[in-house]
């Protein structure tokens, strides 16, 4: 299995960014899908996670200007992220816990929030 990420890039405070992760290979059904973020000299750090029932969860720091989904049909979860600020900037993460499989993660995507 492989996620491959995408869409990470260089936005000015106040912008949006929309990030894409699709998973391949031998899946037998996806239970859950995510982002997560990291900075140098940090933990990566969760920051939204959407179910197979579509059940989504957000880090407070995050609620209402980022938003995750998933196309299952495509094994492919996306996070558009609005207003984005100076601290957003990380190398974020994709997820994804795959039954009979297990967890795997993407290689990662740099964003990078200017003020």
């Known amino acids: 299995v492989q996620l491959q990420a995408s869409g990470g890039g260089l936005v000015q405070a106040g912008g949006s960014l929309r990030l894409s992760c699709a998973a391949s290979g031998r899946i037998f059904s996806i239970n859950s899908m995510g982002w997560y973020r990291q900075v140098p000299g940090k933990q990566r750090e969760w920051v939204a996670i959407?179910?197979?029932?579509?059940?989504?969860t957000y880090v407070d720091s995050v609620k209402g200007r980022f938003t995750i989904s998933r196309d299952s049909a495509k094994n492919t979860v996306y996070l558009q992220m609005n207003s984005l600020k100076p601290e957003d900037t990380a190398v974020y993460y994709c997820n994804a816990l795959i039954n009979r499989a297990g967890n795997f993660w993407g290689q990662g995507t740099q964003v990078t929030v200017s003020s």
């Open positions: 959407i179910t197979s029932g579509g059940t989504t």
